[in-house]
């Protein structure tokens, strides 16, 4: 059953990012392989790479990085499904999405891109798979989203517990988001 979910809704994929050991054949392969198109990345304060579709107004679907954020828990970076990252989708309704995270019992991490007008929330699925919900702030109202030391998104600090997650299949999440 599909029901509208008000106050919040997702636009589309927004992108996928990549860890790598080798940022530079990671690049290559994108953009010369592939045919993306390098496009500019703010300064995150760790390597990384920007990619999009070359069409104009093409988006970034591809995010490149390197470095500590990289490193899994051996200290090398992933190969293979586990070199994915997260799945960032373009959203809107920041604070609905909080709303719901709280109703269901999911942590969440908070963020603003250096230099852009995006907003982004960080949450896990039940398999671990992190999500980065990414908004445009001028679309989302005066209140800044939550930087603080414990809600602030750290890249490459994996917050998901699979032994405190909430039993969502037992939950009846809708009728603790929506209104009747």
């Not at 908004?135 to 603080?148: H, K, N, T």
Request: aromatic share 12%; hydrophobic share 40%; with cysteine.
């Amino acid at each position: 059953m599909t029901q509208s979910l008000p106050g919040a809704g997702v636009h589309g994929l927004f992108h996928v990012a990549i860890k790598t050991a080798d940022l530079d054949a990671t690049r290559v392969f994108w953009r010369d392989v592939i045919g993306l198109k390098e496009i500019p990345r703010p300064d995150f304060g760790y390597p990384g790479a920007w990619l999009g579709c070359p069409q104009p107004g093409g988006l970034g679907i591809v995010h490149i990085y390197a470095g500590g954020p990289a490193l899994g828990a051996s200290g090398t970076a992933p190969y293979g499904t586990a070199a994915i990252d997260h799945i960032s989708l373009s959203c809107s309704g920041y604070r609905a999405y909080i709303a719901r995270f709280q109703a269901a019992g999911l942590d969440w991490r908070e963020f603003i891109v250096p230099g852009t007008s995006l907003w982004q929330l960080f949450v896990y699925d039940p398999s671990g798979v992190q999500l980065e919900l990414t908004f445009e702030a001028s679309i989302e109202g005066a209140a800044l989203p939550d930087v603080s030391e414990g809600r602030v998104y750290k890249a490459g600090r994996s917050f998901f517990d699979p032994a405190t997650y909430p039993a969502l299949g037992r939950l009846k999440i809708e009728s603790a988001i929506l209104p009747n």
